[in-house]
Structure formats: C-alpha cells, structure tokens
C-alpha cells in the first residue's frame, strides 16, 4: 500500500484526490459534555476527537508563586483504530499531549498568571484530556484544534471558601489570549503533503507541525526518521500562515 | 402461528423471529430454537426453498461458497499456503487447487511467495473457521502491479450493481482492470495513475452513498466529466 | 422514609429521554452510541480478530472481552485517566452480561474487543454502556441469538423507581441501585447487582420493572440498528 501511496505522489496525486497543501474539511462542535468545564468535539475529515477541560485548585509550583497551570493527556483509546491497545500512554498519546501542551502554554495562550488566586498558596489546574474517537491520521492538528474550541468554551467552576464546588459552574469565562492553530505536515519522496490521513501518515518519512498565530510562529514539532530542507521549511510556513484564518473561522462560528 | 412470519429483504437484527413451524430450515446467519427460527444477525431475511438464510449487511467479511475473494499469501506451509482474506482466520489454498502442475516436494514459494496477492474462489466454509479456497477458474490469478482498496463488504453489491452493470460502466468509462472481491478487496489497475485514482473516488463514492437516489446517475457524471 | 414524587418530576416507571445511533465510529467493525437522559455512552467492536498473546487464546470458543472507561471530563471532578478497581469490575460484569447471547463457539482462537467510554455521566453508564455495546455488536455482524438492554433500577426511600439519575442517587435518605440486564427475547437476566438493603419482593419488583424499561430500550436499538439502511 505504501508503494501506491509512493507512487502516486510522484505522479503529484493523493489517494484521496486532494491537493497537496489541502485540508479536509474540518468541524468543530462545542459543550459536548455537561459536566466539563469546556469541551469540543473536531473532526477533520473523518478523523475525530473529543476534548475536555476540568478545573480544580492546587498549589502553584515554588518557582512561580503567582500562576496556574495546565495538564494536557492524550489517551489512544482503543475505541478509535485497531491498531491502538490498551495500557498507559504510549509515544504516540505522550508527543501529542506535548505538542497541544506546548501550543497552549508556551505561545503564551493562556495567560497563567491569570490562573493564580492566592501567591504561593492557591491556584487554578486546568487538566485538559484528549480522546481519539476514530483515527484517520492527523490527530495532532484535530487535537490541537479541539483544545482550542474546548479552552475556549470553558466557564470556572465555582469556588467558594477555599473548596471547589465541583458540578457548579458560575458565569465567569476561560480568557483565551490567542488562538494558534496547529498544522502537520508529512514529507514522503520529495512532496510535502498538508493534513495526512491514515494510509499517507503510514508512508511519511518526516512530519513537521506548525501552530501559527496571527501569521507569526508559535510552535514547531518535527518528527520521522528523515530531515526537512530550508526551502521546504519554508514553504510548510508559508502554507500554515496562508491557511490559519480558515481554521479561525471554522473555530469561530463552533455552536 | 405457522410458516413465514417476515418476508424476504425484510431487515432484521439478532434474535428477530421469521418463521415458525418445521416447515422451513434455517440456514447462515439464522437459527432454530423449538419451533421457530431466529435471525443470528443483523441482516436480510433470504429464502431458498426452504432455507431461510439472514444475508449480513455489515461488520468483518464472512466468507461464502462460491465468493471470489482477494487475498494475501500469509504463510507458505507444506503442500498449501495460507490466505489472508480479511476475515477472523486465514484461508488454505491447497497446491492442488493452483492452475499450475506442482511436482510434490516443490519449494510453494517459488509459484506463490509471502505477500503475493490472488484472485480465488471460496469452495468450502466450514463453520466460519475453516475456509477453502481454489485458482482453478475463469479469471483466477496471481495479481501484477495496480493497487487494492478496501470497502465495507456489505457494500460489494452495489459496486457491482445489476448484472455487473455498475462496475461494467466504470471499466469503461476509466479504462482501469477492476476486480471486485466480496471480502471487499477491490484490485485496480489502469494504463495512468489519474485513471486509477478516478476509479476509487467513484468506488468510494458508491461505498459511501450506496443507499441514495440515483446513484447510477450520479457516478454516470462523475465518469463523463473530468 | 416515603419518596412521593421524583425530583425530576417523572413517573416513577419513567425512564429518561432516550437516543441511539449506530455507525458512528468509522475504523471500528462496529460501533454505537446510547444516550440515556445526560448519560452517553460509546461503544465500539473490534473483531473477531485473531488474539495475541498466543496462549490467552481458546481453542474451543472465542474470547470476549470488554473494556468500559469513563472520559476524564465526563463526570463533574475530573476523573484520573486510566483503569480503576471499579471500571475494571464493570469491564467484567459488562463481559458477563453480554456473553450468553453471542454464539462465540463460533470463533476459537479469536477475540471480539468491546471498548465503552463513558463521555458524559449521569447514573445508570455501566447499563448506558452495555446497550450501546449490544448494539456494536449486532452491527459488527457478530452471531448473537439475542440482544441485550440494560437499565438500573433503584429504591429511592420507600419506592422503586426505574432508571435514577445523580440526584436521586445520592438521595438523602438512602437510595440502592439495582443495575440490571436483560435479553430482548428469552428475558433472561445477565447482570444483576445490589448494595444496600431490601427484601426479596423488592428485589423481584425491581426486576419487574427492569424488564419493562429494557423492552423500551430494546425497540430503541432496533430502531437505530434498522436506521442505517432503511434506503437500501
């Protein structure tokens, strides 16, 4: 199979049709789960994840007194391809955690401080998981973006004399600082191919993921056995600014 | 109550009842407790005389004599090879059942290796499990080149269509070799690559719409315009 | 202590808002989901396929196995992702409720995978989870001489009442949960499990009334397992 996939690249074809630098169509629906704090569904193409938020009050780390912090999981459930199985997170479900992990927290989406309630002593834990529901390639971008969608939905759970009043949600909202979207992209041959389904992911011998914000770079992630060139480098960035405000808007109008 | 209680094409789930009495037998997919017969799976209800036989319409290929089917060689074993048809056990294809006269004590590998993918016939299912299968046939055949696509088993009737006049009109129309198998392997094969990719968008299509309006008339399209 | 009137306002043989869909998950044999009031369940089929390690498998019979799981998010203090003493018990009575109907002789040396997740919990998941799997299977193709529905019954005060949602759950006075599975045909009972207190009538009440609300969810599943292909 990896032959034809081969084969058919050089020919400048996807086994699907698509274009190389053209996403499948992505989705989002929001509120998935009443007792989330936030939470989403993504599906792109007919890759699906489902994301949720939940907050809860613990002690900030010594080293900043003043902030939160989040606590991203990936589970590959084996609900979602036979090829997942069960048992603690492998490679896999641990790289994509790090790379929504590092989408949200170092492109400073979040604004940790923000997160604090008393300095050195209180402060919010967002834990965001992140479940696979059927795996056809690319679960970092749909993961990625689910995160978005869920962070952006999300509402404080209530907290009152120093207990969280879990299941009782008050009005205040997640303030979300910016929104990078996070695009992968595999190389196989000399192609550079945007949103790999299964089948193409199987063939990748490189992969790199973007997540762009306000046409500026916010996260890198490379992974495969084999390297990138400048040029091409170039040109996965160039595609992932082109393409940010069409995922913004899928984001934006999520119901 | 006695005789048909559902009739034929009737969809059923497990343990739906269609018929009573000894007057029908039960066969695949059905069963009998006391006097009535049951459906042992989600499927249509399908007579044969007196056989009433539940057709399945979904979930892992179960095989059927009489399926040509496309497989994969899995392991080479003395005197046959085993099959990979898709299903829960592998298939045997016995070293007499090939086309080809192989002297006893033969090296197998040399006619079939590992991975090499076949075009053969069911011939014997035994219980789900034990599944036999032949090259002796019209058209049956090791596999060149092309490529192997998978969809739903279920859905190998309508990409066939009536008398073959589905897949009939998308040979023609992409000039691709297709064979369908009903493990839902489909092996295509054309002169350009843009002519392959063109006959699985169309299979796809059919897998994924099979159940709408005019179908016929949506592929006919898809062929004609580029 | 007398219950006279369920805090939700429902009859007390009532059960919640129902919905089922099957298919919905793409790469697996089969799959389903069960919505039973806030609670929904997932289930998907894998299999039969063959089983590894080797020596697990069964030369006589295929294996059934079952995995139930709750989402993190699904409940409202986030749960720790991963197994628990508690949804390892469910995974296995799950297993046992499911079992009997499907005719595993049929596959030696295989296994049929069912995996649940939990993604929003609401009382009664582990019989939400056990209807969607029925359907999973049945959609998988799998052999099955009958379905099965699962629903809880309780005894919320003095009263039995079908199908308890949170709030009654955690009824001041006391509620016991009566989780209880039933096959659609041969109304045989595959799962049954009490803690608390109750008599005898009580107890063959409560499987009364589970047997109504498990012919409800039955008409439910084939309403959704017909659905998928009533244009063909």
């Known amino acids: ?255 | 109550m006695t005789g048909l209680i559902l009739n034929e094409r009737e969809i059923v789930i497990p343990g739906d009842k269609i018929a009573s009495g000894m007057d029908y037998l039960p066969g695949n997919g059905a069963f009998r407790e006391e006097e009535d017969i049951y459906s042992l799976q989600l499927g249509l209800v399908s007579l044969n005389g007196r056989f009433v036989k539940v057709i399945p319409l979904t979930g892992k290929y179960f095989p059927k004599e009489g399926d040509i089917v496309i497989g994969r060689v899995s392991d080479v074993g003395f005197g046959m090879w085993m099959i990979d048809i898709g299903c829960a056990y592998s298939a045997i294809l016995n070293m007499r059942e090939t086309p080809e006269f192989i002297d006893k004590g033969a090296d197998l590998s040399h006619y079939y290796d590992f991975n090499d993918v076949i075009i053969a016939e069911v011939t014997k299912v035994v219980r789900y499990k034990d599944v036999s299968l032949t090259m002796k046939g019209q058209g049956l055949r090791k596999i060149n080149g092309g490529k192997i696509i998978d969809i739903t088993p279920s859905k190998v009737p309508r990409v066939i269509g009536k008398q073959g006049s589905m897949i009939n009109m998308i040979k023609e129309g992409t000039g691709c070799n297709i064979v369908v198998g009903q493990n839902g392997k489909v092996w295509i094969k054309g002169d350009k690559v843009e002519d392959e990719v063109k006959a699985t968008e169309v299979i796809l299509k059919i897998e994924h719409e099979s159940h709408t309006q005019g179908l016929t008339d949506t592929i006919k399209k898809m062929l004609e315009g580029n | 202590m007398s219950y006279n009137k369920r805090l939700d306002g429902r009859k007390f043989d009532e059960v919640r808002k129902m919905h089922a869909k099957v298919g919905i998950i793409k790469r697996a044999d089969g799959s389903a989901m069960f919505q039973i009031g806030d609670t929904i369940a997932l289930a998907a089929v894998y299999g039969p396929r063959e089983l590894h390690p080797k020596f697990l498998q069964n030369p006589e019979r295929g294996v059934l196995r079952c995995n139930y799981d709750m989402a993190s998010f699904s409940v409202t203090e986030r749960k720790k992702p991963g197994p628990t003493r508690r949804s390892t018990e469910i995974s296995l009575v799950t297993e046992k409720a499911l079992a009997s109907v499907i005719d595993l002789d049929l596959f030696p040396n295989t296994v049929i995978d069912v995996f649940i997740v939990i993604t929003q919990a609401n009382a009664g998941t582990r019989c939400a989870g056990i209807s969607a799997a029925a359907m999973a299977l049945a959609h998988a193709g799998i052999p099955m001489k009958d379905m099965v529905a699962a629903i809880s019954v309780g005894k919320v005060g003095d009263k039995i009442v079908i199908d308890l949602d949170k709030e009654e759950e955690d009824f001041e006075e006391g509620a016991t949960d009566i989780p209880v599975a039933m096959t659609a045909r041969g109304k045989e009972v595959t799962l049954l499990q009490l803690d608390g207190d109750v008599t005898k009538d009580e107890v063959m009440e409560a499987i009364k009334v589970a047997k109504k609300g498990c012919d409800e969810i039955h008409k439910i599943q084939t309403k959704a397992l017909k659905e998928i292909y009533k244009n063909e």
């Open chain 1, 1 to 255: 199979m990896n032959d034809y996939i081969v084969s058919l690249i050089e020919q400048g074809k996807r086994i699907d049709g698509r274009k190389f630098d053209e996403m499948r169509e992505a989705h989002v629906e929001i509120n998935i789960s009443k007792n989330a704090e936030g939470s989403a569904r993504c599906k792109i193409g007919d890759t699906e994840v489902m994301v949720g938020v939940k907050m809860d009050v613990g002690t900030p780390y010594p080293d900043s007194p003043d902030e939160g912090s989040i606590i991203v999981t990936t589970e590959l459930s084996p609900i979602a391809s036979p090829e997942f199985e069960l048992g603690p997170p492998g490679i896999q479900a641990t790289e994509i955690a790090r790379i929504v992990d590092r989408g949200i927290r170092e492109s400073k989406a979040i604004d940790m401080k923000k997160l604090g309630i008393v300095s050195g002593e209180k402060s919010w834990l967002l834990f965001i998981d992140v479940y696979p529901v059927n795996d056809d390639g690319n679960l970092i971008d749909a993961s990625a973006l689910g995160t978005l969608a869920a962070l952006k939905n999300t509402r404080y759970v209530n907290y009152e004399n120093g207990k969280v009043k879990f299941g009782e949600f008050t009005d205040k909202k997640l303030e979300l600082e910016k929104t990078p979207i996070t695009f992968t992209f595999i190389k196989i041959g000399n192609s550079i191919l945007l949103d790999p389904n299964a089948r193409e992911e199987k063939a990748a011998e490189a992969r790199l993921s973007i997540a762009v914000y306000g046409g500026r770079i916010h996260a890198l992630q490379k992974g495969g056995d084999r390297g990138f060139t400048e040029d091409e480098i170039e040109k996965m960035i160039d595609i992932a600014i082109k393409k940010e405000k069409d995922l913004k808007k899928v984001l934006d109008k999520a119901k």
